[in-house]
């Protein structure tokens, strides 16, 4: 039971690491008019991509420490 759990959290990490890198690396916008670059961002969808990210990290760690314990 705990191999299947920490395999269910193992692949959470996963799925939510690479949610919260398109978050990250899709939150900002550029433009360039006549020379000028213009960029903007969005900060909330950069706070939003580094919790998944970190909650990523967490449910990793989760599931190694299950994996390892007997």
Do not use: H, P, Q, R
Not at 18 to 40: D, M, Q, R
């Amino acid at each position: 039971m705990k191999n299947i759990v920490a395999t269910l959290l193992i692949l959470l990490s996963l799925f939510l690491g690479y949610t919260g890198v398109n978050k990250v690396s899709n939150s900002g916008e550029s433009v360039e008019i006549i020379g000028v670059e213009l960029s903007a961002s969005d900060e909330g969808k950069k706070t939003t991509g580094y919790v998944y990210i970190g909650l990523a990290v967490v449910s990793l760690l989760g599931g190694i420490t299950l994996m390892g314990k007997k």
